[in-house]
């Protein structure tokens, strides 16, 4: 099973909006709504933002979206603040009982 | 508050065996799926293994298939990865965490070094 596609790097100035993207196929992202991110600060643990493709778990400021067009999710951070700055991971269900993650989006608030 | 705590990661020779446990505490663990999610140093994350929630259905990726085995005692609120035939790919940290599609609560991770 092949890894999702996330850009390495995006930025963004505090206040502002980014949009990372996350491409999969028709067997994984495009074929079901089980698609999740994660934050992860370095050292630290990844944490659950999204899941659902467009659901906040309780505790996670409503700056985060999701949303999924065709093989493609996209996670937007509004409001950008400094603490936002981590690495983020996307993950889909792939059918078969197979989990897959992006490489990961290493996101600079600048 | 939801706690998963891994344990049992080492440094270890080229085919030598490891067992990770991951104690888990603040939810009913016998209702959940448990899963297993490695990071090499510096890489993204790869997900390793999950477990139903009775230890009836276990899945793994292709890579260590045949060599991991992942088990429960949910007497204890304990998962396991068994890890044999240890290659030095298998260095990163490993991840438990709660769920099967989307896992919401991760420990803090147990490192796994593999010497070649």
């Known amino acids: 099973q092949s890894a999702l596609t996330q850009p390495p790097s995006a930025s963004g100035s505090p206040g502002q909006s980014v949009t990372i993207s996350c491409t999969g196929t028709s067997s994984d992202v495009g074929g079901y709504d089980y698609v999740s991110w994660y934050q992860q600060h370095p050292g630290k643990a990844p944490k659950l933002m999204i899941y659902d493709v467009n659901k906040r778990p309780s505790g996670v400021p409503d700056r985060f979206s999701g949303s999924k067009s065709g093989n493609t999710a996209s996670l937007t951070v509004s409001g950008l603040q400094a603490e936002d700055e981590a690495d983020y991971y996307c993950?889909?269900?792939?059918?078969?009982?197979?989990?897959?993650f992006g490489g990961g989006t290493k996101l600079t608030v600048l | 508050e939801v706690q998963l705590l891994e344990s049992g990661g080492d440094l270890v020779q080229s085919g030598g065996s490891l067992r990770l446990s991951c104690a888990a505490s603040?939810?009913?663990?016998?209702?959940?799926?448990m899963t297993w999610v490695r990071q090499a140093p510096g890489k993204g994350l790869e997900w390793v293994s999950t477990i139903g929630p009775s230890g009836g259905s276990t899945f793994y990726t292709d890579s260590v298939k045949g060599r991991f085995t992942i088990s429960r005692d949910n007497s204890k609120n304990t998962v396991y990865l068994q890890m044999n035939s240890l290659r030095a790919e298998d260095t990163a940290v490993h991840y438990c965490?709660?769920?099967?599609?989307?896992?919401?609560?991760w420990g803090q991770g147990t490192l796994v070094s593999v010497s070649s």
């Open positions: 603040g939810f009913t663990f016998g209702s959940y799926s």
């Open positions: 993950s889909s269900y792939a059918g078969s009982n197979n989990l897959v």
């Open positions: 965490a709660r769920g099967y599609r989307q896992p919401d609560y």
